[in-house]
């Protein structure tokens, strides 16, 4: 059953949306000032972090950006040329290929990683405090006691 959003509750979720915001952003900036663009660095992020059951495919790493397929490949050529990933057949059907960091894909994504989770050891206080008050049990007035005339 629907309920009525409090004031407390909007103003909660405008603060999350704020702190994510400036997460990606400072994200952003941290990607360009080591010469990449934003996708780039989170494509490298997402091929790095993936867990070992997780196939780094175009197809996932599409998905885990959520990017279309083709939009994928594009940034993967990119990344190709540049020398930071490289792709590799894998197993019996040749169709099936692996993006793999290349050595100097590995050191920029660590670069950009590591002043990200510096920044979020520091600042990133606000960022969980706000994931906190939206996720926060909403507080219901407790009903007041009446009581009754002894007599």
Known sequence: MQTRIATAEYRALAELRYQIRQFVSGGDAAAR???????????????????????????????????????????????????????????????????????????????????????LRGDGAALVSALHAVLAPRSRPKPKMVRKPSG
């Not at 190709?80 to 057949?89: N, P």
Request: hydrophobic fraction near 40%; glycine fraction near 6%.
């Open 33 to 119: 000032n080591a010469g990449l663009e934003p996708q780039q660095y989170q494509l490298l992020l997402a091929t790095r972090g993936l867990p070992k059951t997780m196939p780094a495919t175009i197809r996932m790493l599409a998905e885990r950006l959520a990017l279309k397929h083709n939009s994928a490949v594009e940034l993967v050529n990119r990344l190709e040329a540049r020398g930071l990933v490289r792709r590799e057949r894998t197993g019996e059907d040749r169709r099936s290929v692996l993006i793999k960091l290349q050595p100097a894909g590995a050191k920029l994504v660590g670069q950009v990683a590591q002043q990200r989770i510096i920044e």
